[in-house]
């Protein structure tokens, strides 16, 4: 899909029923257009796997969600690829941090 302007990534996320300011669209078209990507960084719940889920929907493409957790490194993170072993990580290291508050 070839988007022309930032209006077009704008209206076609409100047809997938998000509602994106300027910044959100500019940052996305100007990826698509250099197809070059996007690291979105927020706290939880702030929205980024819904843009992650909006876009999917828009290329018509899989969407693969990495979960991400502090000491995580790239060979790690591309190349071992294991959800369930990720998600044993990142609570080994939440309760290790919480036992440290004690």
Known sequence: MSFTSVDDVRL???KQQYIVDESIATTIFLALR????????????SGKTEIAKVLAKMLNTELIRLQCYEG????AALY??????QMLRIR?????????KR
Request: hydrophobic share 40%; net charge negative; charged share 40%.
């Open 72 to 75: 995580l490194d790239a060979n």
């Open 34 to 45: 250099l197809k070059k990507p996007v690291l979105i960084e927020g706290e939880p719940g």
């Open 12 to 14: 076609l996320m409100e």
């Open 80 to 85: 071992e690829w294991d959800y369930p072993r």
């Open 92 to 100: 080994l290291e939440e309760a290790a941090r919480q036992a440290k």
